[in-house]
Structure formats: C-alpha cells, structure tokens
C-alpha cells in the first residue's frame, strides 16, 4: 500500500521522482530563471537523489520543506559518484558541502560552488515518510 502523502504528491503537478536513486535525476529550471524545484516523497530508509549544474563561484541557495519537518537533504560538490554497499544501501562517493553531510540533517543550506558540474543533492526523511518541496536557486 502506498502511503497517502507519497501518494498525494505524485498526483501533484510537476511532481518529480528521482528513481530511488538508481540515477540522479537533474532539476531544470525555466529559461530566464534562476531557481528550479521539484516535489517528491521518500518512503522510509530509501533516498532520492538529483543533480544541479552550476559554475565555480556561483552561489546556491538549496531549501527543502515538508509537512512534518522530516525531509532532510545532502548536497556534494562535483565528482562525486552513486553506488550501492555490500548491503545495497546507497553509497555516496564524493565531498560533502560543509554544512550539507551526512547526519547534519539540513534543510537549508546557502553558500559559494567549490566547482564546475553537476552537484549532487540526496534527500532523505529523519523518520517515517516525507512528501517534499525542493527548491534550488543559483546565482
């Protein structure tokens, strides 16, 4: 059985779903724009995972909300890498974003782009399930 919440935001417009993070999905923004976003749900223990192209030196504003405060993101630089352990459960190899890494639990974070490509955002809940806004603005 689907969760309602999972299932009321895939039924929203412009719902995205990142593939459980089998691959990164990339957040498009609108020509002319600066910003980009899209609606997700995550169920308990599994990831989403999607990719934002930007220059060194830009500046990033990444936000993520949820109804309950449960959607918690992890942003690395470029380079990194998606992979499975010997558990299969999702492993990253890459930098971390001061302020963005694993167990910082963020739904916020804003800072300068160490360098050109894809950046890496994983998102996650702290507990139970989460339907999800993600929003990145670059500049």
């Known amino acids: 059985m689907i969760p309602a919440l999972v299932l009321a935001a895939a039924l929203l417009p412009g719902a995205a779903w990142a593939q459980g993070c089998a691959r990164a999905t990339p957040i498009q923004f609108a020509p002319g724009t600066a910003s980009g976003g899209v609606q997700g749900g995550v169920i308990r223990g599994d990831r989403d995972c999607y990719s934002v192209s930007a220059r060194a030196g830009q500046k990033m504003l990444v936000t993520i909300t949820s109804v309950e405060?449960?959607?918690?993101?992890?942003?690395?630089?470029?380079?990194?890498?998606?992979?499975?352990?010997?558990?299969?459960?999702?492993?990253?190899?890459?930098?971390?974003?001061?302020?963005?890494?694993?167990?910082?639990?963020?739904?916020?974070?804003?800072?300068?782009?160490?360098?050109?490509?894809?950046?890496?955002?994983?998102?996650?809940?702290?507990?139970?399930?989460?339907?999800?806004?993600l929003v990145v603005t670059i500049q």
Do not use: C, H, K, S
Request: glycine share 20%.
């Open 69 to 133: 405060n449960n959607a918690v993101f992890q942003l690395y630089a470029p380079g990194w890498r998606l992979g499975r352990d010997g558990d299969g459960i999702l492993a990253v190899a890459g930098r971390a974003l001061r302020g963005a890494e694993e167990g910082a639990d963020t739904m916020r974070w804003n800072g300068t782009l160490p360098a050109d490509g894809p950046n890496l955002i994983v998102v996650g809940g702290t507990r139970g399930n989460a339907g999800y806004r």
